[in-house]
């Protein structure tokens, strides 16, 4: 452990409901496959509204090794993000190899390492001392089926080396994507640029993270690209020249749920702005659930509005299409007057942490009663106290530390800058959402924002 992952964070209480408009930034999921299909492109994108957050950072810097300009300029005052990418994505040479830093980015891990099989030459991929125990041997093995070497010493881990030739057959792969959606999106992302394209069968059990892998199909579909998905199961992605485009990158709805969480908790309200009408990011079932768990949810021109007042409840709930919203909603169910019971997310063993039983440990250290189960959760509230409540390099364990801090005094948040994996600047949202006094109340639920 290093000393910054020490330094504690005083979670503030909520000493009335909030009132707050808040504004976050783009979808880290969205940013980081507008970013991967620019650069496989024919020619240059532009992004507007991209998350810029150590993720897509992330990201940004291993498309740049691989020999892909992306440039920041502004549009009307807003960010935006040029991406142009090579004649051909460059791997090392004369006996250099390119480096990819993953971090603890679950997108570059799996992203990056079929597109560095175009590269020509090696590309060697590490990460956070933690990303060498999430999951990629399945993904490092279809690669290797279709046609790409890797050296990873047998680990079936990081750190290990693409052996990038220029050119991927491509073809059928059958891959148990059980442990992970980013598996197969990882495929259909770069599979167009894949010399007979690809074809992708999930054998196993349920997948995780569906939303995720719609979103995948949409975003390479925009890019130009043919995916077949009739088939449960089953994609395929013919050879294609991608197009570059103009992105724009919506909110990210995940990264919204704290302060949605705040309105519920504190018997507040809260609008987040620019909430899209339809969309394939997970994040839009907080409506469904935090409705189930007593909020009164309304999305309007001026954004999705949550107001909290008539009580937390517990939820029964299967999560698998929505794991990332998991940590939030424990937090919320710990607070809550019933049990609540979350089913269908064993994956979450191999996320930033093993989410279940970090949140099992922090939540009853707190006092709570939470059980790890097989696939999922039980909460059943108790009174909390304050108390140190870590967060495993985890951003989302970090945020549902805030969230408990807002009924809890004393809970202390162990590194809490943790949350700048997809969130830049948590604390400083967190204070201005408490500090806020945004709009009467009793308005915001006909949408009267401002
Ligand atoms: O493709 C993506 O952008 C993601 C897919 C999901 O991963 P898993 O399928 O591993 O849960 C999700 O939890 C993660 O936050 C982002
Ligand atoms: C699981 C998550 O991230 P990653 O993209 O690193 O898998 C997450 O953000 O909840």
Do not use: C
């Not at 047998?154 to 750190?159: E, L």
């Not at 409705?291 to 937390?312: D, H, I, K, Y």
């Not at 807002?406 to 809970?411: E, N, T």
């Not at 967190?430 to 709009?439: F, G, Y």
Request: charged share 20%; hydrophobic share 45%.
């Amino acid at each position: 452990m290093t000393s910054a992952e020490k330094i504690l964070w005083s979670a503030p209480s909520a000493t009335r409901p909030v009132a707050a408009d808040v504004r976050v930034p783009g979808s880290k999921s969205a940013t980081n496959r507008a970013l991967l299909l620019a650069a496989l492109s024919a020619g240059p994108s532009t992004i507007a509204g991209g998350l810029r957050a150590r993720d897509s950072v992330l990201m940004i810097d291993a498309l740049r090794e691989l020999g892909v300009a992306v440039e920041a300029g502004e549009r009307y005052a807003a960010p935006v993000w040029t991406v142009t990418p090579p004649e051909q994505l460059t791997g090392g040479d004369g006996g250099d190899v390119a480096r990819v830093d993953v971090g603890l980015a679950g997108t570059v891990m799996r992203f990056l390492p079929p597109v560095a099989a175009l590269a020509d030459g090696p590309v060697y991929f590490d990460g956070d001392p933690y990303a060498r125990a999430r999951p990629m041997g399945t993904l490092i093995q279809a690669l290797r089926d279709l046609g790409v070497r890797i050296d990873d010493g047998d680990r079936a881990a990081f750190p290990f080396l693409v052996e990038g030739t220029g050119s991927v057959p491509g073809g059928l792969v059958e891959l148990d994507a059980t442990a992970s959606s980013q598996f197969i999106s990882a495929l259909l992302l770069a599979g167009s640029r894949y010399r007979r394209g690809v074809e992708v069968r999930h054998i196993g059990g349920p997948i995780p993270s569906q939303p995720h892998i719609e979103m995948t199909v949409e975003f390479v579909r925009a890019a130009g690209g043919t995916v077949d998905d009739s088939e449960p199961g089953r994609w395929v992605v013919a050879p294609a020249t991608l197009r570059g485009r103009d992105w724009v990158i919506e909110p990210d709805l995940s990264n919204a749920a704290p302060f949605l969480a705040a309105a519920l908790i504190t018997g507040g309200t809260v609008t987040v702005a620019d909430w899209p009408a339809a969309t394939t990011q997970a994040g839009d079932a907080l409506r469904g659930l935090l409705r189930e768990m007593g909020a009164r949810v309304e999305l309007t021109t001026g954004g999705l509005t949550v107001t909290g007042g008539a009580g937390v409840h517990g939820l029964e709930a299967d999560l698998r299409d929505v794991g990332e919203l998991t940590p939030t909603l424990a937090a919320i169910a710990a607070l809550a007057d019933s049990p609540s019971r979350f089913t269908g997310i064993g994956h979450l063993r191999g996320h930033e942490t093993d989410r279940l039983a970090a949140l099992a440990r922090e939540i009853n250290g707190l006092g709570g009663d939470v059980t790890e189960e097989a696939d999922g959760l039980l909460i059943r509230p108790r009174p909390l106290h304050g108390g140190v409540f870590a967060s495993y390099a985890d951003h989302r364990m970090a945020t549902a530390g805030a969230i408990l801090g807002l009924a809890v005094p004393g809970v202390q948040v162990e590194d809490i800058a943790t949350t700048g994996k997809t969130l830049p600047d948590f604390p400083a949202m967190w204070a201005a959402m408490l500090a806020a006094d945004d709009h009467d109340p009793s308005t915001a639920s006909a949408g009267i924002v401002g």
